[in-house]
């Protein structure tokens, strides 16, 4: 059974930090997907990572993909209050499956 | 038109009633997925529609009853529910059955009383 997980879970950080959120999921996949949730509100895609070594910047969040290691990490660079949201990887699933398999999510608080 | 959209919003709805959550996506999308999130977990997949027709049911109960009617609509009947089903339902469409970066909808937030 494919398993992905996050850590950490909870983030709080202060703006200009930097800081680094991991996704370590457990058989090969060659795709993985960046979410962000902001509370109350639906999940927006932030990233898809489609090969080894893939790596994808917007602004201050940079995603990047290992699958020899089975890892993800999402970087975050001086850190901004907007940033505060909950941010899920997700996998797809196992043998062509049409599933994504989903972390539990870190949630990420900056303050001032 | 890059968006999904879901209707409605909110929804209350006692325990004998039977009700409809609507989806709707232009993007030309052949794959369509239903969520249920419950605060603070991530979504848990229900069903997953691919060329409108029914390929993965995560063994939900038969009081949530999936529609395709074509590939543009999908539908959620809600009949009997209980107040455990209380919770954000999303709605989400991809490329193709195995392209899975799914765009989601905005969600309609369910209260079961």
């Known amino acids: 059974e494919l398993k992905v997980e996050q850590n950490p879970l909870f983030l709080s950080m202060q703006e200009g930090k930097n800081y680094t959120i991991y996704c370590n999921y457990s058989t090969t996949s060659d795709r993985l997907y960046w979410y962000r949730q902001d509370p109350g509100k639906s999940l927006e895609s932030l990233f898809v990572?489609?090969?080894?070594?893939a790596v994808k910047q917007e602004g201050r969040l940079m995603a990047s993909l290992d699958t020899k290691a089975r890892l993800s990490t999402l970087h975050i660079t001086a850190a901004v209050h907007d940033l505060s949201a909950t941010y899920f990887c997700?996998?797809?699933?196992?043998?062509?499956?049409?599933?994504?398999?989903f972390g539990k999510g870190t949630k990420l608080t900056v303050n001032p | 038109d890059t968006e999904v959209t879901q209707t409605p919003k909110h929804l209350v709805m006692g325990m004998t009633n039977k009700k409809s959550l609507k989806c709707e996506q232009h993007?030309?999308?052949?794959?369509m997925y239903w969520y249920k999130q419950k605060a603070k977990k991530p979504p848990e997949l229900m069903f997953v529609?691919?060329?409108?027709?029914?390929?993965i049911n995560e063994s939900v109960p038969s009081r949530f009853s999936p529609e395709c009617p074509n590939s543009s609509l999908l539908n959620l009947h809600l009949h009997a529910l209980q107040p455990e089903d209380s919770a954000l339902y999303l709605c989400a469409s991809s490329p193709g059955p195995y392209y899975n970066e799914q765009f989601f909808g905005p969600g309609t937030r369910l209260t079961v009383l």
């Open positions: 990572l489609l090969s080894n070594g």
């Open positions: 993007m030309g999308h052949r794959a």
């Open positions: 529609y691919s060329y409108e027709k029914l390929s």
């Open positions: 997700a996998v797809d699933g196992q043998g062509g499956s049409e599933k994504l398999v």
